[in-house]
């Protein structure tokens, strides 16, 4: 029979064995139930560089100088020198008109301005014109009779008062003077009424008729000196653009034309635009005057600009299913007379607009903005890696590609938090 207390050691040297193979084997816990550790702070290298934000808009170039060329008149096309597609030079005529029914205009109206002429000439001479003239014969006339009459009077008071001639004589006189009183009243009126006459109304109205002949007879003469017309541009001859969905007519001689017919068209290509339009989400980032890069498949090198307008009006065509987008017309700078191959309207654009640039900004980590009690940003900055960190108060500017731009910073190293 074993004895019980000289097993004990035995029992327990092979239980401590059964732990600690136990413990070797057990499976390691779960990384969620570790202990956390705290990532040491990353410096974080800052200097000058180049910061932009862009904005970029698909448009199309257009020429600047697109001028639809109308009749300037009613009448038949004469002659007709150049065709579409052809090159034509500032100055260069490009078709006649006849100007038979326009010639007859023209001669109504200077009959016209004739007849005015020659009333205001009448008018502004009429204090010494012929009815002022008879105006003052008359009144020496009714002067005179009064005069003869008066003194026929007094030489028959004074018969009559030595009885040598009757009363119904005296009485006849004395009739024959208030007449001769009464026509020498209405000669005098009858002279302020024909001086007033070249003086007043009828004058100024005279001057207004005699403009308008003027205007008149001048417009037509400006009509009769464009029966040729002439490319206000050098460019190239196109179809000309019509109201609404009409057909162009055929310029050809001896077709009839109405005045403001659309006859040819033509584009210059000294100057040119680019236009584009933008979402409504991004309208607010954009401004008059933001410079603008151009590039396009059509043509090589990058062509600079500046937005020259924004449009006030929507032009999307259905708002129910797309939003509001807004036209944004671009100037291009860049010299074009040379581009090889030539630039020309309708070519497809990418257009850059430079919302943001600084040639020698700094950018930090957004991370790195920090706030003291007072709200105020700062950042933990050092000049040099082995400097000791200070407070740096700084002014936030914008966001761009390379964190956020600040100022108050100078090269060195800025602290962002570790994870």
């Known amino acids: 029979m074993t004895n019980p207390i000289t097993l004990k050691p035995a029992l327990l040297f092979f239980g401590l064995g059964a732990l600690i193979i136990i413990a ?129 009077r007094r030489d028959t008071q004074a018969l009559f008062e030595r009885g040598i001639v009757a009363r119904m004589e005296l009485e006849t006189l004395e009739q024959q003077v208030r007449s001769d009183q009464q026509q020498l009243s209405a000669a005098i009126e009858e002279l302020a009424t024909t ?56 310029v050809q001689p001896g077709v009839a034309v109405s005045r403001g017919t659309p006859l040819l068209g033509v584009i210059g290509l000294d100057r040119f635009q680019a236009l584009a339009r933008v979402d409504e989400t991004d309208l607010y980032l954009l401004r008059e005057g933001m410079p603008v890069q151009i590039t396009g498949d059509g043509f090589a090198g990058e062509l600079s600009g500046r937005i020259l ?44 607009v430079i919302l943001y640039r600084d040639e020698q900004g700094i950018a930090v980590p957004p991370h790195a903005l920090r706030r003291d009690e007072s709200g105020a940003t700062y950042v933990l900055y050092r000049a040099t890696a082995q400097a000791r960190p200070e407070r740096v108060m700084v002014s936030p500017r914008t966001t761009v590609a390379q964190g956020v731009v600040v100022q108050g910073l100078t090269p060195g190293f800025v602290e962002v938090p570790g994870s």
């Open 309 to 352: 307008a924004i449009g006030i009006q929507n032009e999307a065509a259905d708002q129910q299913d797309t939003g509001a987008r807004y036209k944004v017309q671009v100037s291009i700078d860049t010299a074009v007379a040379d581009f090889d191959p030539p630039l020309r309207t309708g070519m497809s654009a990418r257009l850059a």
């Open 195 to 250: 001086l007033a006459y070249g003086q007043g109304e009828e004058r100024h109205i005279a001057e207004m008729e005699l403009a308008n002949a003027q205007a008149h007879h001048q417009a037509f003469e400006t009509l009769h000196a464009r029966r040729e017309v002439t490319a206000p541009v050098s460019g190239y001859v196109v179809r000309p653009v019509m109201p609404g969905d009409g057909q162009p007519v055929a």
């Open 24 to 152: 070797l084997r057990w499976p390691p816990a779960p990384a969620g139930t570790r202990a956390t550790t705290s990532t040491a702070p990353d410096w974080v290298h800052i200097e000058p560089r180049l910061l932009e934000t862009r904005l970029g808009l698909i448009g199309r170039i257009q020429a600047v100088n697109q001028v639809t060329l109308t009749a300037p008149f009613d009448g038949l096309l004469a002659e007709v020198r150049v065709h579409e597609g052809q090159r034509v030079e500032k100055g260069q005529v490009l078709l006649t008109l006849d100007p038979a029914q326009l010639q007859i205009q023209l001669r109504q109206a200077q009959a016209q301005l004739l007849k005015a002429q020659r009333e205001a000439r009448r008018l502004q001479h009429w204090s010494k014109g012929s009815e002022v003239s008879n105006a003052r014969r008359a009144l020496n006339n009714a002067r005179q009779s009064l005069a003869a009459s008066e003194s026929n």
